[in-house]
């Protein structure tokens, strides 16, 4: 029976040094004072590659006291270690974690520690690990590099979208103050000769002629029209008079007493609206078209 028992505490004790020496963390065991009692074979191999005589005796070495003494460019890292290690030992807090970079002249390196307590009713022990977190670092940089050239290209997208508006904005302002224009010149520079025309000696040809011109204006000045503003311009003074009656719903009748002219005058300019803006459609209300246009 003894033996039996003998043979499983050896087992069990292989089996956790296996255990022990096969993770990848870098694994050391330090007392109350922070000395280094055991450390596996990651520890050491990691320690080897990096100069470390492969002969090299942790055990008794303080740890605490080599992290206090750093005065290189890990000092800040080294100090913050150390610290969170000594609150570990006084029981001030129960685990610290912390991530640091340790850069070789090879490449670049970042590793995670932890320090916690050992569950044991035995003398107070402390497990530190330090992994290897190098690919998760370079992938949260890689990932950081792609948000910056996003929110880079976003910059620029909402720029190119602002100027494109301007662009825009200013397109619309100098077609509208082409169309103003053209309206204009159309008003004063050639139909009054249209009306002259008509109102000439002309034979039929040349009166069908006139005509077909004239009709022809209208059709390409009618859709430059629908805009109140621009209709203005193509309008007579009474004749926007009227169209602004119109729009706040006031029949001929109405309109005739308000301007003090017959029913007759005020059907004619109704007339001569829906002709300048281009109301060929009987069933198109006037009104309408004219709200429409504000």
């Not at 590659?49 to 055990?59: H, S, V």
């Not at 497990?127 to 976003?154: G, M, P, R, V, Y």
């Not at 082409?178 to 004063?188: D, G, I, P, Q, S």
């Not at 005058?265 to 829906?274: A, Q, Y």
């Amino acid at each position: 029976m003894n033996m039996n028992r003998d043979n499983q505490v050896v087992f069990s004790n292989e089996l956790l040094s296996n255990i022990f020496n096969s993770v990848s963390a870098h694994i050391a065991v330090l007392d109350e004072k922070g000395v280094i009692i055991e450390t596996n074979q990651a520890w050491k191999s990691f320690s080897m590659a990096n100069g470390l005589p492969e002969d090299f005796n942790f055990n008794q070495l303080n740890y605490l006291g080599v992290c206090e003494a750093a005065s290189d460019e890990g000092i800040k890292d080294a100090r913050a270690v150390a610290s969170g290690i000594r609150q570990v030992i006084n029981k001030e807090i129960d685990e610290f974690l912390y991530d640091y970079p340790c850069h070789s002249p090879e490449r670049s390196r970042w590793f995670y520690m932890r320090a916690v307590l050992m569950a044991d009713e035995g003398p107070l022990r402390v497990i530190i690990s330090h992994e290897d977190i190098t690919q998760l670092k370079l992938a949260q940089e890689a990932l950081k590099e792609n948000q910056k050239q996003l929110e880079d290209k976003n910059q620029s997208l909402s720029e190119l979208n602002t100027a494109l508006k301007v662009l825009i904005r200013q397109r619309e302002e100098d077609k509208a103050e082409m169309e103003k224009k053209f309206l204009a010149n159309v008003k004063t520079l050639i139909l009054p000769y249209i009306s002259r025309l008509k109102e000439g000696r002309l034979g039929e040809k040349d009166k069908t002629l006139v005509n077909i011109i004239d009709d022809h204006l209208k059709d390409i000045i009618s859709p430059l029209m629908r805009n109140i503003k621009n209709a203005d311009i193509m309008l007579t003074p009474q004749e926007i008079q009227v169209a602004s009656l119109v729009k706040d719903g006031k029949n001929t009748s109405e309109i005739a007493d308000i301007l003090f002219v017959s029913e007759a005058t005020i059907s004619f300019h109704r007339k001569n609206l829906r002709v300048k803006l281009g109301l060929k459609n009987r069933q198109m209300n006037l009104r309408s078209f004219l709200l429409s246009m504000s």
